[in-house]
Nanobody, 126 residues
């Protein structure tokens, strides 16, 4: 089992940047694929990005490709989401997630995920 805690959310103007962090506790962090999801008010939770156990394979939703970068530091048990060129439509609660199944880069690498953080609010003003 793994516990996840997000940090780094906040308010930023359109065009700005934020970096989210997700600290994982528990054993065997390197055996989990890690993902970021987001949920805007009144909308379903959606996939944003994922990174493989090794960190060598990444996957992005089309809406964030070229603007967001997911990375992981296995030594620190932490996964990051660097968000650049933010838009008002990026406003949402962002969730970190972990799973040991699936292959990043395939549909099964995007859903489902077993373990979730509590979420971090990101608000982008126009």
């Amino acid at each position: 089992q793994v516990q996840l805690v997000e940090s780094g959310g906040g308010l930023v103007q359109a065009g700005g940047s934020l970096r989210l962090s997700c600290a994982a506790s528990g054993r065997a962090f390197s055996t989990y694929n890690m993902g970021w999801f987001r949920q805007a008010p009144g909308k379903e939770r959606e996939f944003v990005a994922a990174i493989s156990r090794s960190g060598l394979i990444t996957d992005y939703a089309d809406s964030v490709k070229g603007r967001f970068t997911i990375s992981r530091d296995i030594a620190k048990n932490t996964v990051y989401l660097q968000m650049n060129s933010l838009k008002p439509e990026d406003t949402a609660v962002y969730y970190c997630a972990a799973d040991q199944r699936g292959t990043v880069g395939t549909p099964e690498g995007r859903w489902p995920y077993d373990y979730w953080g509590q979420g971090a609010q990101v608000t982008v003003s126009s």
